[in-house]
């Protein structure tokens, strides 16, 4: 079976975002709903050290995906990117004392990077920043 291509999978992320909206106003909530729950998920990894249960909960919750280790696996959180954004192009090192995992995801000339205690935690802190500029722009 062929694969979707990136646009139609970025259509799928589009499509989840105007879903939690419409849900919001169901239940007679804010359309903010959705970036106010991008926020907090924002907030917990920067105060992430390491995996974290919950986080992955949030996360697989957030965007409707099956559970998985997002904050403990470099190849999972790559591929998160790679699901949410696959116009981004993400690229993943180190500081410049060579101690700290560092991640940025680009787009043309914007740019989202992260520095954090594990290669999973700055590639989700640096994606979920792509992720709320992304939603701002649509």
């Known amino acids: 079976m ?4 990136k646009d139609a999978r970025f259509c799928v992320v589009l499509r989840h975002i105007e879903e939690n909206a419409m849900a919001a106003v169901q239940r007679d909530q804010p359309q903010t709903h959705y970036s ?11 105060t992430a050290s390491g995996a974290d ?11 409707g995906l099956d559970p998985a280790e ?11 990117g790679a699901q949410l954004l696959p116009r981004w192009e993400l690229r ?5 004392c060579g101690i700290f995992p560092t991640a ?5 000339d914007r740019r ?3 520095v954090a205690p594990t290669v ?6 640096a994606l979920i920043s792509a992720v709320i500029d992304e939603s701002s722009f649509e």
Not at 53 to 63: C, G, H, P, S
Not at 70 to 79: D, H, I, L, Q, Y
Request: aromatic fraction near 6%.
């Open 104 to 108: 940025t995801v680009s787009l043309g």
């Open 36 to 46: 106010t729950d991008l926020g907090r998920l924002a907030e917990a990894l920067e």
């Open 92 to 96: 993943v090192g180190y500081d410049v």
């Open 53 to 63: 249960k919950q986080i992955d909960a949030t996360i697989a919750d957030l965007f």
């Open 120 to 125: 999973p935690l700055a590639v989700l802190r």
């Open 70 to 80: 997002f904050t403990s696996s470099a190849e999972v959180s790559r591929r998160l």
């Open 2 to 5: 062929r694969e979707p291509s």
């Open 112 to 114: 989202h990077s992260a």
